[in-house]
């Protein structure tokens, strides 16, 4: 019994202090703005870089410090492809801050590269709620869907995200002949 209690005294001094509520997530639309009319006006894709950098800037621009170094963690996890544990930062960051999209879309992430499509299709649908323009999160919802087998929707969804900045490297996928691109029309069938 000494045991459980010391460890579980143990685990709750490891976790950071959380103030009672996680701040909201500030306003930065006027930013957003400002940084898709340069990917937008930008004549190439290297023009444009600094605004896709500025984005995600502003994306992973968490609404408190605590809230910042859970996702710092949870992202530093998953690129060590420790998805359990990311999972359970950005499980923590969801909870702790509700209404912070990329909480939402860094976890769709995970569950994006375990494959279990619904759950990032459902997180992503989280991110945009919160944050409708939010590039990732729309360009990482045209993919879930285009791995869900519905590329109609996952066209329509890559067309909005490609609207907000045309220069995003999936762009590649609505080519002609591409996933998500125009499909030449089907050879007629021979009648037997």
């Not at 460890?7 to 103030?19: D, H, K, Q, V, Y």
């Not at 800037?57 to 690129?79: S, T, W």
């Not at 919160?130 to 067309?159: F, I, K, W, Y």
Request: glycine share 6%.
């Amino acid at each position: 019994m000494k045991l459980l209690m010391a460890s579980a005294c143990a685990l709750w001094l490891a976790l950071p202090a959380w103030a009672e509520d996680c701040p909201p997530p500030g306003d930065y639309s006027d930013e957003l703005a400002a940084l898709f009319d340069a990917a937008r006006a930008a004549p190439t894709e290297a023009a444009a870089r600094g605004a896709a950098e500025g984005l995600w800037k502003v994306y992973l621009r968490a609404p408190d410090a605590e809230a910042q170094a859970v996702l710092d963690r949870g992202m530093a996890r998953r690129d060590s492809f420790d998805f359990l544990g990311a999972k359970a930062d950005f499980d923590r960051l969801i909870a702790y801050c509700p209404a912070y999209a990329e909480g939402w879309n860094q976890r769709a992430f995970v569950y994006y590269l375990q494959g279990d499509y619904d759950k990032a299709l459902a997180d992503l649908d989280a991110a945009l709620a919160r944050s409708p323009d939010h590039v990732a999160a729309q360009s990482g919802r045209a993919l879930t869907l285009m791995q869900l087998g519905q590329r109609a929707e996952a066209r329509a969804q890559m067309l909005e995200a490609l609207a907000n900045n045309p220069w995003l490297s999936e762009r590649a996928l609505i080519a002609p002949g591409a996933p998500l691109g125009p499909q030449p029309p089907a050879a007629p069938g021979k009648d037997i």
